[in-house]
């Protein structure tokens, strides 16, 4: 059984054994379903290596989108047993509607809606399964303008892949692009546009998840929740709180 405690202090479980094999492996997935992953080498001067990244945390991601329809965001499984962290804007019909989740091997299941978080636009799903790998918000890490990241989407979305940036702000509050009405209070910003759009997760050199995407800001860089603000909303939709 899982530890309903101190579940957010564990490290990643995903072996480090394979990972190259790993990540082509799951370039051919995306490549029978039809979608292209694209990987930006990190810019000199910076340590992040998004190939390892890529590798790391790839297993941990799903496509999220409408049951039949080609997804449209991603969610990161921060637990093995099946929950999935991602955007309110990820899901069909702002989550009215049924959602499908495709992991990592290609298999679509559907996923149950645990609940939402407007203020920080967060949301976490739930799907039958255990023993996945998974990627567990850092809300403890260190972050810092000027700390090099990898923003990663899941590779079976058509505009899915990874691009190695860095923070460019910390609590601050952002205007998010395409919601006029709504301000993200507390936000991390990056200077990433984010491929395949919502719900993406922004890891450390060390492949520690520092924040979710939820959106952008007006210069299309990508806006964050960060990590603290996403354990608390995940450890209360969960009823660990």
């Known amino acids: 059984m899982e530890p309903s405690q101190g579940w957010w202090a564990r490290r990643p479980q995903i072996p480090a054994a394979g990972l190259v094999a790993l990540a082509v492996a799951l370039g051919l997935v995306a490549a029978t379903l039809g979608v292209t992953a694209m990987i930006r080498l990190p810019a000199r001067g ?13 297993p941990a991601l799903v496509a999220v989108g409408s049951p039949g329809a080609q997804p449209t965001a991603t969610g990161t499984i921060i637990r093995g ?9 990820a899901l069909p019909e702002g989550g009215k509607g049924p ?7 290609g298999e679509s299941v559907p996923a149950t809606v645990v609940g939402t978080d407007s203020a920080t636009a967060l949301a976490v799903l739930k799907i039958d399964r255990q023993q996945l790998p998974f990627l567990l918000p850092a809300p403890r890490e260190p972050v810092h303008p000027g700390l090099p990241v990898v923003a ?8 899915g892949g990874v691009l190695a940036g860095t923070v460019q702000g910390t609590g601050v509050t952002v205007p998010v692009a395409g919601r006029p009405a709504w301000t993200l209070t507390g936000a991390t910003t990056t200077d990433l546009s984010v491929p395949g759009g919502a719900g993406a997760p922004v890891v450390t050199c060390e492949n520690r998840l520092i924040g979710i995407v939820v959106g952008q800001a007006s210069d299309g ?3 964050l929740v960060p990590a603290d603000a996403a354990h608390r909303v995940v450890s209360r939709l969960l009823g660990l709180s």
């Not at 959602?99 to 091997?105: A, Y």
């Not at 990663?152 to 505009?159: I, M, Q, T, V, Y």
Request: net charge negative; proline share 2%.
């Open 46 to 58: 910076t340590s992040c290596n998004a190939s390892t990244a890529a590798a790391e945390v790839f």
């Open 81 to 89: 047993n099946g929950v999935i962290l991602t955007s309110l804007a």
């Open 99 to 105: 959602v499908s989740v495709t992991l990592s091997v």
């Open 152 to 159: 990663l989407a899941s590779p079976l979305l058509s505009d």
């Open 221 to 223: 860089s990508a806006v």
